[in-house]
């Protein structure tokens, strides 16, 4: 199946996410079945990142938003993780910080927009002035609302200068994340990941999905699509997340340059310094041989 197609929220469409299945899972009944596929995916994907940096024309910038344990850290690490870091980065948007709450609300986000070569991977981003901010009035509607065109024509600049944009949201069930809330509190090396505010921000539930829907709604456009990928099975959003990241990549048809030197000239240099060293080391064993012979007479 073409994921692609399948979970892109095309412009003007009404999105409505409890109608939309988290936990689809396809054709697949368990991990097993579709590990074999991921993997397919996660090796590629690195291939292709190998290219992205190579070719050093354009960048990409994936971004991941979900509700709390809906599993961006898990896309991260199963998934995108599988890149190397040298060509990718991992940026998680938290509470602003003195000074970024003093600038604009995409001052922040524009300093960590990757460079042509480069992935950058955002945990939570600038949609989260259209979600914590609303859904906890933080600044009026007169303010939020207005933010839609603004994160538009932010990513349009993006995509402007070469950029390819991919915005998932990895929907969970509130069954589910009652489920992995469990798992936190039976798994001690999860406690860490456990906050006071996964219970009282659970309460804003119906909120921060009427939040999300208005986000995609107003937010995935033809330049940079929002997707929605059915979460309940982490394997299964692994799956889909590495399809649709790796045919975006092989859709932009990269190529490796063109060599900046003569290759057959460097071959004859290569070929003479072998032959030199070979000299050398023949020297040296004879001299060797000579000095051993002289000690032993």
């Given at each position: 199946?073409?994921y ?38 996660t ?32 896309t ?125 921000e659970r ?21 940079a ?43 004859t ?20 041989r ?8």
């Amino acid at each position: 199946m073409n994921y692609r197609d399948k979970f892109r929220i095309k412009p003007g469409n009404s999105v409505k996410l409890d109608k939309m299945d988290a936990a689809f899972k396809d054709k697949h009944e368990d991990q097993t079945s579709a590990l074999v596929e991921t993997e397919k995916y996660t090796h590629r994907l690195r291939e292709l990142q190998y290219l992205l940096y190579a070719e050093d024309k354009r960048s990409l910038l994936i971004i991941l938003q979900a509700m709390d344990a809906g599993g961006k850290d898990g896309t991260i690490n199963h998934v995108l993780g599988n890149m190397n870091p040298q060509g990718a980065k991992v940026y998680g948007f938290k509470v602003p910080s003195a000074e970024e709450a003093a600038h604009d609300f995409l001052w922040r986000i524009h300093q960590a927009a990757p460079q042509r070569g480069q992935v950058a991977i955002f945990n939570r981003s600038h949609y989260e002035d259209v979600l914590i901010s609303r859904v906890h009035n933080l600044v009026p509607k007169k303010v939020w609302s207005k933010r839609y065109d603004l994160i538009n024509d932010f990513e349009k600049s993006l995509v402007d200068n070469g950029t390819h944009i991919l915005k998932f949201y990895l929907h969970i069930s509130k069954d589910e994340q009652l489920r992995r809330f469990k798992q936190r509190i039976d798994d001690p090396t999860r406690h860490w990941k456990i906050s006071e505010s996964d219970y009282t921000e659970r309460e804003y539930w119906d909120d921060y999905t009427t939040a999300f829907e208005d986000a995609l709604n107003s937010c995935s456009t033809e330049h940079a699509p929002w997707f929605v990928i059915p979460g309940d099975h982490k394997w299964f959003r692994n799956l889909a997340v590495s399809q649709i990241v790796v045919e975006t990549l092989e859709a932009l048809k990269m190529e490796f340059p063109q060599p900046t030197v003569d290759i057959k000239e460097i071959k004859t240099r290569y070929h003479e310094a072998v032959e030199e060293d070979e000299k050398n080391g023949e020297n040296v064993n004879t001299k060797n041989r000579k000095k051993k012979q002289k000690i032993e007479s």
